[in-house]
């Protein structure tokens, strides 16, 4: 009897346990893919999912919880909880693709590290699964972090101290870690398909630096994970160098841990340059003592290395002359060893005055150098006012007396001539 009783419960749990299945529809949650394949940390990363349902019913309700753990993390606008709806159970419309972005731990580990995705439905509590993504730490790679010159400008003629900071970025350490300057230009000339012995000499006097008490490359024998260099060279700028940026090509290489070498090029700027020495001084004046007005010329000569642009030059009135002509004058560049003046028309307000004086001409002059750096600087030029005789101008006092004399005999003449007219 019990024999039977026992049959007949299996019986029963069987056809409840088939019931449920009916009841239960059948979902497959696969790791689709993720963008980047591996991931480096630090970095983000696509993650989607494939949902299908394999079995005869549709699942009502169906909803995905990503719950990332380190060394994953949602991105800041991404939400975890994933609202399917209802999703078919037949032909192609029995699948989803959902995507998550995940932000990877800076300190993340190489290797595979799980993310868990759970999902429900109508018909079921939460069911938890578990995938691997890929993080792979950044492997050999050497590169510059920082570049200086002291000075900052380097002047024509001048020498500098060139400083290029290198990183090991990798999780290994790097042997015979070299940096080579290209200063002759001689890496871009060789992969060049035609070069002749006149672009041999122009690629190597193009750039106008040489080093200093060391080649052009230098080297280390090791250089550990995350560790930092600084290769220091002492470069001296030619005298005829113009002043501009220029863009100096450079070479790293070094070794894995697995003897593989790597070669990386890479461009490097030096600025040569210097503010411009301008002398600002009065050329030229028509003003002396007794004379009102007259053009007075002020001369710029540029002394320095590097070419002046966009000058522009602006007058302002003082409380001994006015300005008759415009007191804003554009003048433009001015070569280096050359010189350009800008003319202004005054009225003296004591220029009647029998004494010498000196008017002092307040100038405001804005202007740009080589590397387009703007400078504004004021001058009070000195504009001495001396007696016309020092400047070889006969002048007479007694003038003024001779042309009224003149005056009255004319006056006299015509009428005496009138009078005898009269009689007659």
Do not use: C
């Not at 005789?389 to 004399?405: A, D, H, M, Q």
Request: proline letters at 5%; a negative charge; aromatic letters at 8%.
């Amino acid at each position: 009897m019990k024999k039977h009783i026992l049959l007949l419960l299996l019986v029963v749990f069987s056809v409840m346990s088939q019931a449920l299945e009916l009841d239960n529809p059948y979902i497959d949650v696969t790791l689709l893919n993720q963008d980047p394949d591996p991931v480096s940390p630090g970095s983000y990363v696509d993650v989607r999912f494939k949902i299908t349902n394999n079995e005869m019913q549709d699942a009502r309700g169906l909803e995905l919880l990503l719950e990332p753990s380190y060394p994953f993390a949602l991105a800041e606008t991404e939400d975890p909880l994933r609202v399917i709806g209802d999703l078919p159970n037949l032909g192609e419309d029995n699948s989803v693709i959902v995507k998550f972005k995940l932000r990877v731990a800076e300190d993340a580990i190489e290797g595979a590290n799980p993310v868990k995705l759970s999902y429900k439905h109508s018909a079921t509590g939460w069911i938890s699964r578990e995938f691997d993504l890929n993080v792979e730490t950044v492997d050999a790679n050497v590169a510059i972090v920082s570049v200086s010159t002291t000075p900052e400008k380097i002047k024509p003629g001048e020498k500098a101290i060139l400083n290029v900071r290198l990183k090991n970025m990798a999780d290994s350490p790097m042997r015979d870690v070299a940096l080579k300057l290209d200063l002759t230009y001689a890496g871009l000339l060789s992969g060049a398909t035609a070069k002749t012995a006149s672009d041999s000499i122009l690629a190597y006097n193009i750039l106008p630096f040489a080093p200093l008490g060391s080649a052009s490359e230098q080297k280390i024998d090791l250089l550990s994970s995350q560790d930092e260099y600084t290769f220091s060279y002492t470069i001296i700028a030619y005298s005829d160098a113009e002043s501009k940026v220029y863009k100096i090509p450079v070479d790293i290489t070094y070794y894995d841990e697995l003897e593989n070498k790597y070669t990386k090029h890479d461009v490097l700027g030096l600025v040569v340059g210097a503010k411009p020495d301008l002398s600002v001084v009065v050329e030229q004046s028509e003003l002396y003592v007794g004379k009102k007005t007259g053009n007075v010329v002020v001369k710029f000569v540029n002394k320095g290395f590097s070419g002046v642009k966009f000058l522009d030059v602006i007058l302002s009135e003082g409380a001994e002359f006015q300005i008759l002509s415009s007191p804003e004058v554009y003048i433009g560049n001015v070569d280096s060893d050359d010189y350009e003046t800008a003319e202004f028309n005054l009225y003296l307000k004591n220029g009647a005055s029998k004494k010498e004086d000196t008017v002092t001409l307040p100038l405001k002059v804005e202007y740009r150098d080589a590397n387009n750096n703007l400078y504004s600087e004021e001058y009070n030029l000195p504009l001495k006012i001396v007696d016309p005789n020092k400047l070889g101008i006969k002048t007479s006092s007694g003038s003024p007396v001779f042309l009224i004399v003149i005056v009255l005999g004319a006056v006299l003449f015509f009428y005496f001539r009138g009078k005898k007219k009269a009689k007659k």
